[in-house]
T-cell receptor, first 114, second 113 residues
Framework: NAGVTQTPKFRILKIGQSMTLQCAQD?????MYWYRQDPGMGLKLIYY???????DKGEVPNGYNVSRSTTEDFPLRLELAAPSQTSVYFC?????????????FGEGSWLTVV | GQQLNQSPQSMFIQEGEDVSMNCTSS?????WLWYKQDPGEGPVLLIA?????ELTSNGRLTAQFGITRKDSFLNISASIPSDVGIYFC?????????????FGTGTQLKVEL
């Protein structure tokens, strides 16, 4: 039962470096999301996708980019890492059942920018 | 953006006690979700509520979708040490452009043996 898989689990970046957080789901969900969670706070939406080839900005998109070339994968890219991007990043996916929508999360990626 | 007020911020209770926490919003949601997050882990879905007035249980957990669609509560009965963690409510709006999930700020639960 893989569900939503994120890699890497931990990463330290220097200011100005670039990196990609990988996210894959094997549940055939159409919707995928990237959230960030700062200490003691709830999650904030960075970007989301309603299907392959379609992405849209969330609440805090600045400094990030995403792509959705397949249903399964939704990578998040940081082009010029800044200390303000030190956070925990969660990927999620969802489906719509006859009852409603349910969102499932990956285990998180801890990113530190120094 | 939308704001979800979750209370209390933290609770320190005795093992065996019942726990209640709630979320209120200025906006209407289609769905309410309750998650638990342990340290170093991602949020794990506990209960999903899809209809106003719906009352749903999952073991010792019971949650309700408020009639006004602007609030929800979560009750935990007979708390045990493994209930420790941070509980988040989340309200979801399903739009043509996707699902927008707004999180509360969390309730940290600590259980004293």
């Amino acid at each position: 039962n893989a569900g939503v898989t994120q890699t890497p689990k931990f990463r330290i970046l220097k200011i100005g470096q670039s990196m990609t957080l990988q996210c894959a789901q094997d549940m055939n969900h159409n919707y995928m999301y990237w959230y960030r969670q700062d200490p003691g706070m709830g999650l904030k939406l960075i970007y989301y996708s309603v299907g392959a080839g379609i992405t849209d900005k969330g609440e805090v998109p600045n400094g990030y980019n995403v792509s959705r070339s397949t249903t399964e994968d939704f990578p998040l890219r940081l082009e010029l890492a800044a200390p303000s991007q030190t956070s925990v990043y969660f990927c999620a996916s969802s489906y719509k059942s006859s009852s409603g929508n349910t969102i499932y999360f990956g285990e998180g990626s801890w990113l530190t920018v120094v | 953006g939308q704001q979800l007020n979750q209370s209390p911020q933290s609770m320190f209770i005795q093992e065996g006690e019942d726990v209640s926490m709630n979320c209120t919003s200025s906006s209407i949601f289609n769905t309410w979700l309750w998650y638990k997050q342990d340290p170093g882990e991602g949020p794990v879905l506990l209960i999903a509520l899809y209809k106003a007035g719906e009352l749903t249980s999952n073991g010792r957990l019971t949650a309700q979708f408020g009639i006004t669609r602007k609030d929800s509560f979560l009750n935990i009965s007979a708390s045990i040490p493994s209930d420790v963690g941070i509980y988040f409510c989340a309200g979801l709006i399903a739009t043509g452009g996707g699902n927008k999930l707004t999180f509360g700020t969390g309730t940290q639960l600590k259980v004293e043996l």
